[in-house]
């Protein structure tokens, strides 16, 4: 499968990861998260999840308010939490 806006596709024969990176940066911050397919099962299974989860932080860091054009601490704090709980 090929790699997507936000995601990437790891698919390195040297290392033991095979998965996807979510990567979203809003407003000077970026968070980041991988997606296993041993973890999720699948490959399939693995961009389902990352997929979910990507569509979630984008509904919250879109629709979030500013502080001098950064994110809030708030806003951060429910985004480290979404992925934490992935």
Not at 2 to 29: D, H, M, P, V
Not at 30 to 35: G, I, Q, R, V
Request: proline residues 0%; hydrophobic residues 30%.
């Amino acid at each position: 499968m090929k790699s997507k806006k936000n995601l990437t596709r790891f698919t390195y024969e040297t290392t033991a990861f095979q998965g996807w990176r979510l990567c979203i940066s809003r407003a000077g911050t970026t968070f980041t998260k991988y997606f296993s397919d041993k973890k999720y099962g699948s490959e399939k299974k693995a961009l389902k999840a990352s997929e979910d989860i990507l569509k979630e932080l984008k509904d919250l860091l879109d629709n979030s308010r500013r502080v001098n054009g950064k994110l809030s601490k708030t806003t951060i704090n429910k985004a480290q939490k979404i992925l934490k709980n992935a």
